[in-house]
């Protein structure tokens, strides 16, 4: 009986340990994946902001501006490794109630790798021929320090985010990573002429041809356990220019930074992923490893113990000695 004990302790150990390791290096890999049913809501706040109000044909200073960014999952269009999110930006002055410009993204990545790729209706404000490449709204799970690609709309090409430091973000030391978009011509834009006297060549000047120009400087700040950015910052310029002669109207100048309540609750998200990540790299291989090692020097112990006998003890099927 204890032999067969042994042997199913044995048996027990070893499958556990085997499954230990298939939930380390094969289950948690495939399982750590960015979500098909995301739906978050965050906001950008810039004090003193400059732009220009289309409806009155003026330009606005010292404006309080937040951009509103609705992110849903598509679940009807994900499919396998690939994860297809729809982005809105909404892009308000909150003290004039003025919309001043509306973002529109539809991005499909690689769930584990968050490449972009171009598939199942990826689009840039309805444009389905805009290139989109690198990282888009989702960062990679497997958190490094390496430069990263990050997708930007406005330009429609992705410039590296550079990691810069690590700073304490409301208790998490955080990876700092630096994007700096250049000056650069928005190729594609089908722009109305534009007065003269707003890009300042004197009143009465006739209506000339433009180009759109963006500049910005972007900082995120990561989540090294799970690789989601959880603050963000962006300085951004966007000015139009005449196709020739001088001339410049800002339509677009702010400092935008996260508000408290957006950064909690990525915070909160963020922290929420690292526990489970946790768990499936981490606790469950090690618990499960352990019982099995458990009941591997069990199974060892009974199967040592079937066959050690005390000297003198009679062999199976040896008659037991008797006294007269």
Aim: proline share 7%; glycine share 10%.
């Amino acid at each position: 009986m204890r032999n067969v004990i042994g042997m199913v302790l044995t048996g027990l150990g070893a499958f556990l340990l085997i499954t230990a390791v298939l939930v380390r290096f094969y289950v948690a890999p495939r399982l750590i994946a960015a979500p098909t049913d995301v739906y978050q809501v965050t906001r950008l706040r810039a004090e003193n902001a400059t732009y220009f109000d289309a409806a009155s044909v003026k330009q606005v200073t010292g404006a309080t501006v937040v951009a509103t960014n609705t992110v849903r999952g598509d679940v009807t269009s994900s499919h396998g490794d690939i994860a297809v999110w729809d982005s809105a930006t909404m892009i308000q002055d909150v003290t004039r109630g003025t919309t001043i410009e509306i973002q529109n993204q539809r991005v499909a990545f690689d769930r584990r790798t968050a490449r972009l790729t171009t598939c199942c209706g990826a689009s840039v404000d309805g444009d389905v021929s805009a290139p989109q490449s690198g990282v888009g709204l989702f960062w990679p799970v497997n958190a490094t320090k390496k430069s990263k690609p990050v997708y930007d709309p406005a330009t429609r090409r992705a410039w590296p985010a550079v990691y810069a430091g690590r700073e304490r973000v409301h208790g998490i030391l955080a990876w700092r990573f630096v994007q700096h978009i250049p000056y650069t011509k928005v190729e594609g834009a089908q722009l109305p002429d534009v007065p003269g006297d707003l890009l300042g060549r004197g009143k009465g000047g006739p209506a000339v041809p433009v180009d759109r120009y963006y500049q910005a400087d972007a900082t995120y700040w990561v989540d090294p356990r799970t690789g989601a950015p959880i603050d963000q910052e962006q300085k951004v310029l966007s000015t139009l220019q005449p196709k020739s002669g001088p001339g410049r109207l800002v339509v677009g100048q702010m400092d935008l930074r996260m508000t408290p309540e957006s950064q909690r609750s990525l915070q909160h998200t963020s922290s929420d992923g690292a526990s489970k990540i946790g768990l499936l790299r981490t606790a469950v291989p090690l618990g499960t490893a352990a019982v099995g090692a458990v009941l591997l020097a069990a199974g060892a112990f009974a199967g040592r113990a079937r066959r050690w006998r005390p000297p003198g003890s009679p062999q199976r099927g040896e008659p037991l000695a008797t006294t007269r």
